[in-house]
């Protein structure tokens, strides 16, 4: 692998904040400009530091990031927003169903697949019907899901608990576990008035569902809205998020996934990593640089080079996920 390794830590005033390369930039503006405007990240969360590396145009499998063969390995898509019809995309089923040929291109089954969320544009019976027959099409053993706000237009997310959400608790949130990974995959779309919100029944969920565990166990969390205030003026953040995020303080490796933003973002505080994703749909603005998040119309050539998917490799009995983002291009 070429480009560029952080080796240091989050501590404000380290060498991670010292100009480096010829542009001048710290080591973490070099992180987070690559996070914004694309190019394949890939960030080993280990002993409480994230290395960072800018992946080069081959890229790098989740295997050769964990060092190891039968580890756990998944993969990410989000907002395929299957219904959308728009400029900013003429063809987003042709756009998602390219995603499910990459998955299933990757040169190794993921043991499952999560899409974390907008899975449909307008929450419609058919467009439901849609993705839940595409995503039948991914090599892999078992799909999750968590909705977005797309998937709850008018009915409080009833039409997508009907095909999705059978055997979850509440409004859809649930928990499991696998290669000693503790999963818990939440609902933070049905109580929107600008924020994401959780709700008290469902944090006594995560209060409950975390109680036997071990603060050795790996922890990731799924939720459509990112669970950090990423930029709140336009809802990208989750208003009672901090009472989840004090729960898992104790443990000692901990990764959030999100969807929502159409755009790749990683952010740490202490134990805890969030990730944003890209989507298989249309971009959306950077924040600050619009007056909204509206879908973005870019040169039909480079559309695909702001849609992707998401790779994550785990090695059991160690503190470490490899995450890899790559673009459809």
């Not at 890939?42 to 063969?69: F, P, Q, Y």
């Not at 009907?162 to 109580?191: C, E, M, P, Q, R």
């Not at 565990?213 to 009672?240: E, K, R």
């Not at 990593?273 to 050539?301: D, E, G, I, M, W």
Request: glycine share 12%; aromatic share 8%; with cysteine.
């Amino acid at each position: 692998m070429t480009g560029y390794r952080d080796t240091q830590g989050p501590v404000p005033g380290g060498a991670a904040d010292q100009p480096t390369g010829e542009h001048g930039m710290t080591r973490r503006q070099l992180i987070r400009h690559a996070g914004w405007f694309g190019g394949a990240v890939v960030l080993t969360v280990a002993g409480g530091e994230v290395i960072s590396h800018i992946a080069d145009s081959r890229g790098t499998s989740a295997e050769a990031a964990t060092g190891t063969s039968g580890s756990l390995r998944f993969v990410q898509v989000s907002d395929s927003h299957i219904g959308f019809h728009g400029p900013a995309n003429m063809d987003v089923v042709g756009s998602f169903t390219e995603a499910i040929r990459q998955v299933n291109a990757l040169g190794f089954r993921p043991d499952f697949v999560m899409h974390s969320g907008d899975l449909t544009h307008l929450s419609t019976a058919d467009q439901f019907d849609q993705v839940r027959q595409m995503l039948t099409g991914l090599s892999t053993d078992r799909v999750f899901t968590v909705p977005g706000e797309h998937d709850s237009i008018g009915d409080a997310g009833r039409a997508y608990r009907h095909i999705f959400g059978k055997g979850t608790l509440g409004d859809g949130w649930y928990s499991f576990d696998t290669h000693g990974v503790h999963f818990i995959a939440l609902v933070n779309t049905l109580s929107l008035e600008k924020l994401g919100h959780l709700g008290t029944e469902q944090i006594d969920f995560v209060r409950n569902d975390l109680a036997g565990l071990s603060s050795d166990t790996p922890v990731v969390v799924f939720s459509h809205i990112p669970l950090f205030a990423m930029y709140p003026q336009w809802g990208w953040s989750t208003d009672d998020a901090l009472k989840v995020i004090a729960l898992l303080r104790r443990f000692s490796s901990v990764t959030c996934l999100n969807g929502h933003v159409h755009q790749l973002f990683t952010k740490t505080e202490g134990n805890i990593t969030f990730h944003s994703a890209t989507t298989t749909a249309y971009p959306l603005p950077k924040p600050s640089r619009a007056p909204a998040p509206t879908p973005q119309v870019v040169p039909a050539r480079q559309l695909k080079a702001a849609l992707g998917i998401r790779t994550v490799g785990y090695r059991q009995g160690d503190r470490e996920l490899a995450i890899k983002d790559t673009r459809l291009a």
